[in-house]
């Protein structure tokens, strides 16, 4: 798996969106690093919305996927 790296942004207070660009394969997201706490899958080419407090990490399934982040203000 994969951390979602924000840079200098604290995910705490923030709504992220997380869009699976990938047409066929799904990713899982989780809520630590461990692959435990499953958050949610996003099927192809479908968003979600998140407000974490910690960082979240990403885990394609089959192939490797590109996933879009946009991290805003909540």
């Known amino acids: 798996n994969e951390a979602i790296l924000l840079g200098d942004v604290v995910p705490t207070g923030m709504c992220i969106q997380l869009k699976n660009l990938d047409p066929t394969n799904y ?5 630590d690093s461990g692959n435990t706490n499953l958050i949610t899958r996003l099927p192809a080419l479908m968003p979600c919305l998140l407000w974490p407090n910690a960082a979240i990490y990403a885990r394609a399934n089959t192939a490797s996927c590109n996933v879009q982040v946009t991290a805003v203000e909540a």
């Not at 990713?27 to 809520?31: C, G, H, P």
């Open 27 to 31: 990713v899982e997201i989780f809520s």
